[in-house]
């Protein structure tokens, strides 16, 4: 359902009340950076942040209205995470190399603040810049962000790097990189990743009919791709590729 006009006035007033700090009842402090929120925005639209100032709690936060959010937290991607839960959306102020920094850091904070579709956002964002990342100097700090803060069984982020980076090994000779090379010795679990990911472009099969005598037989996904002759079990002939029907 589209918003009304005044809905969407609506939520403009809130976008704006995070880029002026007006009516501010909460602070989030990041480093020296100084965010003025507000309770009634951040607790309804966010578990962590309604926990943190529920005097029921008692945590120190409630009182004093300040979070400060500690080190490794990046002020751009703290910025990136409020302006999300005020507008729906989030800017970058960085160039597109950078940008990967703060959208992993964004990815990684939302699964932090659990903020999910931020999560979803950020890994659209990764999705369609990742190509951009193998051959920056920000690949290391890049696969940190990925690698030391989501956890391991959040896949998403993960297989998109390991699947980027195998096609990039396959087709664009990556391995070649000695910055790539770098952080694959440094990042184990990327590496493991990316080993694994091989294995299964190489592995995944295709059903495959032979014209002449219908029997069907099983080869890797790589021979259909590249058209290749194949060996019939029921003729004992090798076809070209031309005698074979693809089961899709
Ligand atoms: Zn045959």
Known sequence: MALSKDGDDFRKSIGKLFDTGLYSDAQVVVGTTIFNVHKSVLC??????????????????????????????NVEVIKAMLEYIYKGDYTVASDTEAQLVVDTGVYAAAEMFRVEGLKQLAAERISSNIDKVFSSSNLAIVLDNVYEYTPEHDRQVRDLFAKAATTKIEREGLLGSATFREAIKENGNFAADIVLAMHKTVNI??????????????????????ERAILCDGCNRVYGFQYWNIKE
């Open 205 to 226: 099969q295709a059903e495959v009919t032979c014209r002449i005598c219908t029997s069907t037989t099983l080869v890797p996904t790589k021979a259909v791709e590249e």
């Open 44 to 73: 309804t639209q966010n578990a962590y942040f309604a926990h943190a100032f529920d005097v029921a709690h008692g945590f120190k936060e409630s009182y004093t209205s300040v979070i400060t959010i500690e080190e490794p937290a």
